[in-house]
């Protein structure tokens, strides 16, 4: 296809034996990485690990890297400090690194190690790492919230809309507008991610304009404070257990049922109410009140099944690169074609890079598909 011609132009590797000694390393190490969101990703935890997961102030970001360094020569360094619980590289979708990346020990006196002994360290002729402390920002502010929200009813919507929420605070007062929430996620990762779909998510579900940006003044919890730090072992290399996803469904009620959002919410905001489905015979009123945390199918799945329960033929996908955008996005446009709907359905959508070129076009499938079924979902509420 034309767009895997521009893909594997785009993703030429400027050290080949570089690339191979890494492939040659995972091999002989049985050695395991996960590709997700722009970053390959080591650990979290490495399948062999004893002890708690880790707690704040044992991450350092790691900068200075050379663009053609990988894991093969980064994780046995900073493993030779203390076991690593995970490690990882921010990548581009050329192949090569884009020049820093994460590692979590199992205590902070594992991370203040690695500080003194690896800042300036020196991997190639004038490439000298930098090694600090990681911020590990796990709060978000969101302004501009109606004044009558309600905690409650903001920590299920949340929950629905992001993953790792732990917990929300609201606050108000002189000089703010509204209601202002603090909301704590489980890591940096799920925090960025939620950063990136909020705004949108409450506008398309609310037609509510929210703000929202990093709080940096939060106290650690009292959990956070006596959170004990038991020495944990590694042992390197080991199988990664891979990540588990969820992904909202975007069907039409007849096909799914999304997660529930709190109608109290949803009349505090003057926004539309969440559709009602018929309770299934198979579910109890205590289950159907529960958010869901079970992984749903893919949206290309889902588009077709609902495409063959309508009888209005299958899906017929042009994915084309457009163009990569200055925050590591991928952007693609898309034309889905349905020969029993007389207009096809075109956009442009964005992903994050991929290991290959198929799986970067199959990413931008899925991300099509999304955003049709969000189409054929806000079109039947419409009618």
Excluded at 120 to 144: A, N, Q, W, Y
Excluded at 215 to 221: D, I, R, Y
Excluded at 271 to 292: A, D, E, K, W
Aim: charged share 20%; proline share 10%.
């Amino acid at each position: 296809m034309e767009e895997n011609k521009q893909y594997l132009s785009c993703c030429t590797v400027l050290n080949l034996e570089r690339v191979q000694a890494l492939e040659t390393w995972l091999k002989s190490t049985n050695t395991k990485l996960t590709q997700i969101n722009g970053q390959r990703k080591y650990g979290g935890p490495p399948e062999v690990w004893y002890g708690p997961t880790p707690g704040a102030r044992c991450e350092v970001f790691i900068s200075q890297i050379p663009r053609d360094t990988y894991e093969d020569l980064l994780i046995p360094l900073f493993s030779s400090v203390g076991p690593l619980w995970e490690f990882r590289l921010m990548m581009n979708f050329s192949g090569q690194n884009r020049g820093f990346a994460y590692g979590k020990y199992d205590s902070p006196a594992a991370a203040n190690e690695a500080i003194r002994l690896l800042h300036g360290h020196m991997l190639e002729p004038d490439f000298r790492l930098s090694v600090r402390r990681s911020t590990e920002k796990r709060h978000l502010c969101i302004g501009d919230l109606p004044a009558i929200t309600r905690q409650e009813d903001l920590l299920k919507v949340l929950r629905v809309m992001a993953d790792g929420v732990e917990r929300v605070s609201l606050k108000a007062g002189p000089g703010i507008e509204g209601v202002s929430a603090i909301v704590a996620f489980s890591s940096h990762h799920a925090a960025s991610m939620a950063k990136k779909v909020l705004v949108e998510a409450f506008k398309k579900q609310f037609a509510l304009n929210i703000s929202i940006k990093w709080q940096s003044t939060v106290k650690p919890s009292l959990d956070e404070q006596l959170s004990p730090h038991k020495p944990s072992k590694s042992l390197l290399p080991s199988p990664l257990k891979p990540p588990r996803h969820s992904q909202p469904s975007a069907l039409p009620p007849r096909m799914a049922r999304p997660p529930p959002v709190p109608l109290g919410f949803c009349r505090a905001v003057g926004g539309p109410t969440v559709p009602q489905y018929p309770p299934s015979s198979s579910t109890s009123s205590s289950q159907r009140h529960l958010v869901s945390t079970a992984p749903s199918p893919s949206p290309a799945a889902l588009l077709r099944e609902l495409c063959e329960a309508t009888a209005v033929g299958p899906p017929l996908y042009e994915i084309c690169y457009s163009h990569s955008g200055p925050d590591g996005f991928l952007y693609f446009t898309y034309k889905v074609c349905i020969s029993g709907i007389t207009t096809a359905f075109k956009g442009l959508v964005m992903i994050f890079p991929g290991p290959s070129p198929t799986t970067m076009l199959e990413e931008a499938r899925r991300a099509a598909a999304q955003q049709v079924l969000h189409r054929l979902y806000n079109n039947q509420l419409a009618h």
